[in-house]
């Protein structure tokens, strides 16, 4: 079965410095995405990255860039000069095969503070 | 704009009473979703909904009940026989692409609170 853990319930990072998520996952398909979402407390959860299994070169959109270690079977994402805006939870997922479910991990609260 | 629209935001209800949460996308997508989050947790899928009256229960499907006549539009319906319904709902959708797959970028709707009481 496929599972995603993100070991750090909390994270606490200074504004302008930058933050690494953890993620795992595990799966016996040779094809899956991995994605992270931000989910701000009004509750939305908004996409922030992608990477596919077969992608080669790792994911990177703006500040985010996901750091994806295939045969460690981690994505982490990392933030660079994070910002005030960027305290919110975020949530790794992968999508099963062919069926593009999304299996969520519990997510990391992360907090930016002056 | 282009989007995926849900409502209410939030909903009240009575024990013993059915309510239909709405969903509706602009974005041309083939598949939606919905998920269940309890506080503090991560998302749960309820139903997904590959295509026009083409759905599929997902991990927690007892108790609720989707259609998809249409393609922009996928409510989800909690029944008196969900036990514990007090929850966020979260509806989305994704393009089907054919070719190799490695995952198609899934979009959510702003969700809706539902609270039994």
């Known amino acids: 079965a496929q599972k995603i853990t993100q070991t750090q319930p909390g994270m606490f990072v200074q504004e302008k410095e930058a933050v690494t998520l953890d993620c795992t996952y595990d799966?016996?398909?040779?094809?899956?995405?991995l994605f992270w979402y931000k989910q701000p407390s009004s509750g939305e959860m908004i996409f922030l990255i992608y990477?596919?299994?077969?992608?080669?070169q790792n994911a990177t959109e703006g500040r985010y860039s996901l750091n994806f270690q295939k045969a460690r079977k981690s994505a982490n994402l990392v933030i660079s000069a994070s910002q005030l805006g960027d305290s919110a939870m975020y949530f790794c997922?992968?999508?099963?095969?062919?069926?593009?479910?999304?299996?969520f991990g519990t997510g990391t609260r992360l907090q930016v503070f002056p | 704009d282009g989007g995926i629209t849900q409502s209410p935001k939030y909903l009240f209800r009575k024990e013993g009473q059915n309510v239909t949460l709405s969903c509706e996308q602009n974005?041309?997508?083939?598949?939606m979703y919905w998920y269940r989050q309890d506080p503090g947790q991560g998302l749960r899928l309820i139903y997904y909904?590959?295509?026009?009256?083409?759905?599929q229960k997902g991990d927690i499907a007892d108790g609720y009940s989707v259609s998809r006549e249409k393609k922009e539009s996928c409510p989800l319906t909690v029944t008196s026989a969900q036990k514990n319904p007090t929850a966020f709902y979260l509806c989305?959708?994704?393009?089907?692409?054919?070719?190799?797959?490695?995952?198609?970028?899934?979009?959510f709707g702003e969700g809706s609170w539902l609270t039994v009481v």
């Open positions: 989305a959708s994704s393009i089907v692409r054919q070719g190799l797959y490695s995952g198609n970028t899934i979009y």
């Open positions: 799966t016996s398909d040779q094809s899956y995405g």
């Open positions: 990477q596919g299994s077969y992608d080669e």
């Open positions: 997922a992968m999508t099963q095969v062919f069926t593009d479910k999304l299996i």
């Open positions: 974005l041309n997508h083939d598949a």
């Open positions: 909904a590959q295509r026009v009256n083409d759905f």
